[in-house]
């Protein structure tokens, strides 16, 4: 079983920033990709970006040129570098990864952006 634990949400205005990480702890060996996912009240959980064990990268066309996802294998822990947040930015934010046994979720971080 793999554990996400999640942390660095918080409040922020709008045109700040902010980094989110995720920490995988357990049965790591089956780590490959993670990606972060966000959802608001009345919405399907959404792709934000993706990373490959690899370190290659994917997002979505809202995060795209703000967002950076990176990975430290070392330390097991995946990160979502958030700048110029703006309002609809505002989301409960899913550390999410996949290996050979399945797809894990985190527990979600609330990240608030103030207009």
């Known amino acids: 079983q793999v554990q996400l634990v999640e942390s660095g949400g918080g409040l922020v205005q709008a045109g700040g920033s902010l980094r989110l990480s995720c920490a995988a702890s357990?049965?790591?060996?089956?780590?490959?990709?993670m990606a972060w996912y966000r959802q608001t009240p009345g919405k399907q959980r959404e792709l934000v970006a993706s990373?490959?064990?690899?370190?290659?990268?994917t997002y979505a066309d809202s995060a795209k040129g703000r967002f950076t996802i990176s990975r430290d294998n070392a330390k097991n822990t995946a990160y979502l570098q958030m700048n110029s947040l703006k309002f609809e930015d505002t989301a409960v934010y899913y550390c999410?990864?996949?290996?050979?046994?399945?797809?894990?979720w985190g527990q979600g971080t609330q990240v608030t952006v103030s207009s």
């Open positions: 990373i490959t064990l690899g370190g290659a990268a």
């Open positions: 999410w990864a996949v290996g050979v046994r399945g797809v894990h």
């Open positions: 357990g049965s790591i060996f089956d780590v490959n990709g």
